[in-house]
Nanobody, 126 residues
Framework: QVQLVESGGGLAQPGGSLTLSCEAS????????IGWFRRALGKEREAVSC???????YSVNFVKGRFAISRDNAKNTVYLQMNSLTPDDTAIYYC????????????????????WGQGTQVTVSS
């Protein structure tokens, strides 16, 4: 059974940091592009960052320089290091994987991804 499990969310102060993890089970994500998305209360789900199987990374403008995506294939895990957090970063964060036979290409389109985790809440507040 394919499963993605996010962890690492919680409460952070403005200017603080959190590291989210996305661990896969039921498949090896080393050949998959993995994306991070978020959905704030009352808003649409939006892309944050993506990493290809070769390690190329892409991030949306509002997180460039603050967030970094990385992967550890040995641990079957993708990470999202988040620094300089602001209240606007408050959201549920989801990781997603493309289907195993799909091209390992990053996309900021939610429809590109076949598997989703249940999400982890990130709250930035003083």
């Amino acid at each position: 059974q394919v499963q993605l499990v996010e962890s690492g969310g919680g409460l952070a102060q403005p200017g603080g940091s959190l590291t989210l993890s996305c661990e896969a089970s039921g498949f090896s994500l080393r050949n998959n592009a993995i994306g991070w998305f978020r959905r704030a209360l009352g808003k649409e789900r939006e892309a944050v960052s993506c990493i290809t199987s070769e390690g190329s990374t892409y991030s949306v403008n509002f997180v460039k320089g603050r967030f970094a995506i990385s992967r550890d294939n040995a641990k079957n895990t993708v990470y999202l290091q988040m620094n300089s957090l602001t209240p606007d970063d408050t959201a549920i964060y989801y990781c997603a994987a493309v289907a195993p036979r799909a091209p390992s290409i990053c996309s900021f389109d939610v429809g590109w991804y076949a598997y989703w985790g249940q999400g982890t809440q990130v709250t930035v507040s003083s």
